[in-house]
């Protein structure tokens, strides 16, 4: 069984700083594709920023120049560096990444249960 589960979020003033953390653990073989999706209320859930295991990046347009995503291979763990924060980042943010375990070295598509960001003042 493998789990991720999100942590660092919180409500924050307009141009604030937030980092959220996301560690997944559990049986874990090898860890593809990191990523960073939000949901804001009665919207569709969105790819924020990913990262792949050698570390190349992409990023949503809204949030080039503000977001900086990582990840740390041996603690299983990706960041999302939120800087520069507007009231439209406010969302729920999830973590999302494919897994193989090291069980039947099968890969699975698994979610955090999500971590809310809220911008305001």
């Known amino acids: 069984q493998v789990q991720l589960v999100e942590s660092g979020g919180g409500l924050v003033q307009p141009g604030g700083s937030l980092r959220l953390s996301c560690a997944a653990s559990?049986?874990?073989?090898?860890?593809?594709?990191m990523g960073w999706y939000r949901q804001a209320p009665g919207k569709q859930r969105d790819l924020v920023a990913a990262?792949?295991?050698?570390?190349?990046?992409n990023y949503a347009d809204s949030v080039k120049g503000r977001f900086t995503i990582s990840r740390d291979n041996p603690k299983n763990t990706v960041y999302l560096q939120m800087n520069s924060l507007k009231p439209k980042d406010t969302a729920v943010y999830y973590c999302?990444?494919?897994?193989?375990?090291?069980?039947?070295?099968?890969?699975?598509?698994?979610w955090g249960k999500g971590t809310k960001v809220t911008v305001s003042s």
């Open positions: 559990g049986s874990i073989f090898s860890i593809n594709v």
């Open positions: 999302n990444t494919d897994i193989q375990n090291g069980y039947d070295m099968n890969w699975t598509n698994n």
């Open positions: 990262v792949t295991p050698s570390g190349s990046t």
